[in-house]
């Protein structure tokens, strides 16, 4: 028993050790991007005026995810005048409709009048969130959801699933710093790193690779339980 369990550990540390050198290699390449703008599903876009706009919350106010989502939701808001704007984030079991109301005052400051705004709280997963607003509005409307990049592919497919015919996506990419302008062009050290692709690139590529993977995984249990 205690040969198995060492030729068992032997293998999993094999594994671990390639997966960790094919996980390291990739950060020096553009796949981690390309699989993540892959997620973003940007080819799924609206050929018509969206009559609802849904702004999925994302890990709540105030997070980089759900700040990215409502800029992205105010633009479009104030491009579709006309539209509803329904904000899919679940109550807070600690602070209730208060990161609700901090995404609805948001969009009121920047303009957006409050009657068009419409809360769907108790939807937990997207799924769900999906069937939430499925009772808000008729499914023939045009749907334009707004959300990160790695999951507007499963959102577009799960709100497909439940019966909406009119529906694309409108990710909210972040804009980085100009990579040039990182560079400090005042420094003479001869051992100074101008290139930014080993100091800056490759982390945020692994970053990358850990989104992808984490939504993979969601993708392929939605997959299994018919959701998309």
């Known amino acids: 028993m205690i040969k198995s ?8 540390l094999l594994f671990l050790g390639a997966f960790s050198l094919v996980f390291i290699i990739l950060s020096f390449t553009s796949l981690p991007y390309w699989a993540y703008y892959g997620l973003a599903a ?8 969206p009559s ?6 994302g890990d709540g106010m105030p997070s980089p995810s759900g700040l990215m989502r409502l800029y992205i939701g105010t633009e479009k808001a104030l491009q579709h005048p006309d539209s509803k704007v329904i904000i899919a984030l679940p109550y807070n079991e600690f602070d209730s409709t208060y990161q609700l109301s901090l995404m609805l005052c948001q969009l009121v400051e920047k303009g957006v ?10 939807g937990f997963n997207t799924r769900s969130q999906a069937l939430e607003i499925k009772e808000l509005v008729d499914t023939s409307v045009a749907l334009l959801i707004v959300s990160s990049p790695e999951h507007m592919y499963r959102s577009i497919h ?7 015919q009119i529906v694309g996506g409108s990710p909210s990419f972040e804009k980085p710093s100009d990579e040039e302008k990182l560079k400090d062009e005042t420094d003479k050290d001869d ?17 990358y690779e850990i989104i992808v993977l984490r939504e993979y995984t969601a993708i392929a249990y939605y997959r299994v339980k018919g959701w998309i």
Do not use: C, H
């Open 42 to 49: 940007t080819d799924d876009q609206l050929e018509v005026t």
């Open 52 to 57: 609802t706009i849904v702004i999925m919350g």
């Open 113 to 122: 009048d409050s009657k068009r705004i419409i809360f769907a709280p108790n």
């Open 191 to 207: 051992m100074k790193v101008q290139n930014l692709a080993l100091r800056y690139n490759i982390w945020s590529y692994m970053q």
């Open 5 to 12: 369990f060492s030729s068992w550990f032997k293998k999993l």
């Open 158 to 164: 799960s709100f497909r699933k439940v019966g909406f």
